[in-house]
Nanobody
Framework: QVQPVESGGGTVQAGGSLRLSCVASGTFSLYGMGWFRQAPGKEREFVAGIAWRGPVADYADAAKGRFTISRDYATNTAYLQMDSLKPEDTAVYFC????????????????????WGQGTQVTVSS
């Protein structure tokens, strides 16, 4: 059983920064991790994804240039550094874990992920 656990959400003013963390615990082969978000009344959307081996990292257009995804091999932790936050970044942010490469480099596809965290709230005030 794999259980991703997110932390680091909170409330910040526009222009501020937050760093989200996701620890993936359990016995498994880690292929990659990703971050998605869901704003009130909207569909869940891809934010960023990273391969656990190799240089692959992918970002949604809304995240490019402002968000950075990174990983710590020793602790099976993925991070999402979010800078220059905007009110439209307000959402519940979910961490997800890939345990296979079936979808290869398509980190933006929810079906590529087998396990999901409970989410952490990020609120950006104007």
């Amino acid at each position: 059983q794999v259980q991703p656990v997110e932390s680091g959400g909170g409330t910040v003013q526009a222009g501020g920064s937050l760093r989200l963390s996701c620890v993936a615990s359990g016995t498994f082969s880690l292929y990659g991790m990703g971050w998605f978000r869901q704003a009130p009344g909207k569909e869940r959307e891809f934010v960023a994804g990273i391969a656990w081996r190799g240089p692959v990292a992918d970002y949604a257009d809304a995240a490019k240039g402002r968000f950075t995804i990174s990983r710590d091999y020793a602790t099976n932790t993925a991070y999402l550094q979010m800078d220059s936050l905007k009110p439209e970044d307000t959402a519940v942010y979910f961490c997800a874990v890939r345990t296979s490469g079936y979808f290869r480099g398509n980190y933006d596809r929810e079906k590529a992920y087998s396990y999901w965290g409970q989410g952490t709230q990020v609120t950006v005030s104007s």
